[in-house]
C-alpha cells in the first residue's frame, strides 16, 4: 500500500518548547511534507504556540494539565488512519519515519515503539536511565518481555490502536498504559531503534525522577491489580496467610503443652488474618472472571475497526 494514499497526522503534546518545537514540526514537514502536524499546548506560559503557529504546525489547547490529558484529548480529536506521537523537545530523530509508517502499514502492526538508542551520554540522565530499566523489568515480569522501552515518547500507531485505546492515565504514566494496553490485547507491535539527541540548550526535561517515577510504579501496580487480579489478590492472600501462620505457631505450641491459650488476642488476630486471607483469594477469582469478559469487549470493539 502506498502511504501517499493514507491520511497521517503527526501528534505533538507541549508544554513550554518554545526553544524546540519549531525544529520539531520543520523536520516533520521536511521527512512528511504530506502529514497534518497537530501541536497541542498543555498551558504552556512561553511563546509554543505562537511559534507552532509560525512553523506551521495546527494549534490546539487541552487546559487539563498533564500528558495523559494531552494524549487522550488528541487520540479524540484527530482523525487520520496513520498516527505518529512524538515529544516537542527535540530529542528524537524523526529521520527514519517514513520507514516506520510503511513497517506498519506492510506488516498491519497496531503499534511500533521507538526504543531510545544514545549517543551522547548527557542525552538520558543517570536518574532516568536507572528508573526506566527497573520499570520496564517490572512490566516484562507481569505482562511479557516484548519491549526494552516502554517509557519512549516515540511511537507510530494505526487507526484501530488509537480509537480503541481507553486513555485514563493524567501524567506521564500515559506511556506504561499504552504498552500494557497493547499487550494485553496481544496486538501485532514492534520495537525500533530511534536516536535519542540530547536537549537544546535552554531546554529543560518536564520529568520530574522520582515523583513521575513514582506515579509510573502507582500505575503499574494498578495495572497489575486490573489485569492480573488473581496473580495480585492472590499474592495478597499468600502473605497474609505466612503473616498469621507465623503468629498462630506459638499459640499452638502453648495450646499443645498446656491446653490453654494464654495469647488470645494474638490468636484473635491470626483467625482475623486467615479469614482475609481466604476472601482475598476468592476476590481475585471473581475479579479474574471481570477481567476476562473486559478484555472480550475492548478486544471486540478493536476488531470493529478495519487494519490498515
Do not use: W
Request: charged content about 25%.
Amino acid at each position: 500500500m502506498n502511504i501517499l494514499n493514507l491520511s497521517i497526522a503527526v501528534l505533538i503534546p507541549c508544554y513550554n518548547e518554545a526553544i524546540s518545537i519549531a525544529k520539531v514540526v520543520k523536520e516533520f514537514h521536511e521527512v512528511l511534507p504530506y502529514a497534518k502536524v497537530y501541536v497541542y499546548d498543555n498551558n504552556s506560559s512561553d511563546s509554543t504556540s505562537e511559534i507552532a503557529t509560525d512553523a506551521g504546525a495546527i494549534v490546539r489547547h487541552e487546559y487539563q494539565q498533564g500528558k495523559g490529558n494531552v494524549v487522550r484529548r488528541m487520540f479524540a480529536d484527530v482523525e487520520a488512519d496513520i498516527y505518529i506521537m512524538v515529544d516537542g523537545d527535540a530529542t528524537y530523530d524523526i529521520s527514519k519515519t517514513p520507514e516506520l509508517i510503511e513497517l506498519l502499514v506492510n506488516e498491519n502492526l497496531d503499534m511500533i515503539n521507538g526504543r531510545r538508542v544514545t549517543v551522547d551520554k548527557l542525552a538520558y540522565r543517570r536518574g532516568h536511565r536507572i528508573g526506566n530499566r527497573i520499570l520496564n523489568g517490572i512490566v516484562k515480569k507481569t505482562f511479557g518481555n516484548r519491549f526494552d522501552d516502554m517509557l519512549s515518547g516515540y511511537r507510530v500507531f494505526s487507526r484501530r490502536f488509537v480509537k480503541t485505546f481507553p486513555a485514563m492515565a493524567r501524567g506521564f504514566e500515559i506511556e506504561t498504559e499504552l504498552t500494557v494496553h497493547a499487550m494485553e490485547l496481544r496486538m501485532p507491535v514492534k520495537e525500533c531503534e530511534i536516536i535519542y539527541r540530547e536537549r537544546l540548550d535552554g531546554s529543560e526535561s518536564k520529568l520530574q525522577t522520582y515523583h513521575d517515577g513514582l506515579r509510573i510504579l502507582t500505575t503499574i501496580s494498578a495495572l497489575i491489580r486490573e489485569e492480573r487480579p488473581l496473580a495480585f489478590f492472590g499474592g495478597l492472600s499468600l502473605i497474609l496467610t505466612a503473616i498469621s501462620l507465623i503468629l498462630a505457631e506459638p499459640v499452638f505450641i502453648t495450646y499443645l503443652d498446656t491446653g490453654m491459650v494464654p495469647r488470645l488476642p494474638t490468636a484473635i488476630l491470626s483467625m482475623g488474618l486467615i479469614f482475609l486471607a481466604f476472601l482475598s483469594f476468592f476476590c481475585g477469582l471473581i475479579l479474574d472472571t471481570v477481567t476476562l469478559g473486559r478484555k472480550e469487549m475492548k478486544r471486540l470493539a478493536y476488531l470493529n475497526y478495519p487494519a490498515n
